[in-house]
């Protein structure tokens, strides 16, 4: 793993929760970081290279913690040119991969509920360029008693502006002996039930074809008492995605997702996972201590107790979606730099 340089404020690894006071220092140290914290906090920050999301929820270094009063810290080592920050609305969201170095390392950070997150979810694996260069990321969120009262923002330290309805990407070039290696952990397997398709692509949906069969969704979820702390998995031609469940409405028959099923995909429930933080450091290899950015989701936190425990050596924002090239649910996500 490459290291931050020697001068650096933020120990080497995927970050670690830091005070007011001690972020302010990593940013005047001149690092390229990236920030997760309460708007509140992230409201108070001085000028400089860093770019943030919103959320209070965090894997830190003694375990799972919930702050309005800490920052999540990592820093992008700066190993050829300068980053550069580029804000993404819905009419150039599209640009994000082909905006990226030729070879180098994107952090996208999308404000959640917002029109980007949606336009993301739905059509990030079509863009130019998707899945040619390293891109990973997380969903900005708020405190969930804040939940309709506030909106999840996005900060760029260059200029402290602060918006709601765009994405941040910091695009890090890296000479070309470093590669970006993404991994991720995705504890869900599909259980050996029904098989389970939509007929439209969408954040929600009424009906579903139940082993082809079509039938009201909820109607469906609720007869079974199915636990929806699980997802829904599929596998995108072998590598096993999640679909968290938002909320079932049974009386107006409509269940709503944290990111969007698709019409041309075959789900399953998921099998429960009985100890998660366990299982989460079992399943990192042994060189994910290396890892130098990560994020997990805040469903994770809240279902799996993460509180107080922690998921192996890696340190990160609990965040309302992670990305690794296209958007995920209960997922873990890190990222590597490799010199060869």
Not at 101 to 122: C, D, E, K, T
Not at 131 to 146: F, N, Q
Not at 267 to 285: E, I, K, M, N, T
Request: glycine share 10%; proline share 7%; hydrophobic share 40%.
């Amino acid at each position: 793993m490459i290291t931050p340089p020697s001068s650096s404020t933020v120990p080497a690894g995927s970050g670690v929760l830091m005070s007011l006071e001690q972020a302010t220092q990593a940013i005047r140290s001149g690092a390229f970081l990236c920030l997760a914290a309460d708007e509140a906090l992230l409201r108070q920050l001085p000028r400089g290279n860093w770019i943030a999301g919103s959320i209070p929820y965090f894997m830190g270094q003694d375990g799972g913690e919930s702050s309005r009063q800490k920052l999540f810290v990592s820093e992008l080592p700066v190993l050829d040119a300068a980053p550069t920050l580029r804000w993404y609305g819905e009419d150039n969201l599209d640009r994000v991969a082909l905006d990226a170095p030729a070879h180098g390392l994107s952090v996208l950070i999308i404000p959640a509920f917002s029109g980007v997150h949606s336009l993301y979810a739905r059509q990030a694996p079509g863009y130019e360029d998707m899945y040619l260069k390293p891109l990973v990321g997380w969903i900005a969120g708020v405190h969930l008693d804040d939940l309709g009262s506030a909106a999840p923002v996005v900060a760029n330290g260059q200029t402290l502006e602060f918006r709601s309805d765009q994405a941040l990407a910091l695009h890090l070039p890296l000479p070309g002996n470093v590669y970006p290696r993404i991994d991720i952990v995705n504890l869900f397997q599909p259980g050996p039930g029904d098989t389970i398709r939509f007929p439209s692509t969408g954040f929600s949906a009424r009906e579903a074809y139940v082993n082809g069969q079509l039938c009201d969704f909820a109607q469906y979820l609720g007869e079974r008492a199915i636990d929806t702390r699980l997802p829904l998995v599929a596998d995108y031609s072998g590598a096993l995605v999640n679909v968290s469940f938002k909320g079932v409405d049974a009386a107006h028959g409509q269940v709503d997702f944290y990111a969007p099923v698709f019409d041309d995909v075959e789900y399953r429930l998921a099998q429960p996972v009985p100890d998660a933080a366990r299982a989460f450091g079992q399943g990192l290899p042994a060189d994910a201590r290396a890892a130098g950015w990560s994020c997990n989701c805040i469903l994770n936190y809240l279902h799996a107790n993460l509180e107080g425990q922690r998921t192996g050596p890696l340190t990160g924002p609990m965040t309302f979606g992670e990305i690794a090239y296209q958007l995920l649910n209960q997922t873990l996500v890190y990222v590597s730099l490799e010199a060869v």
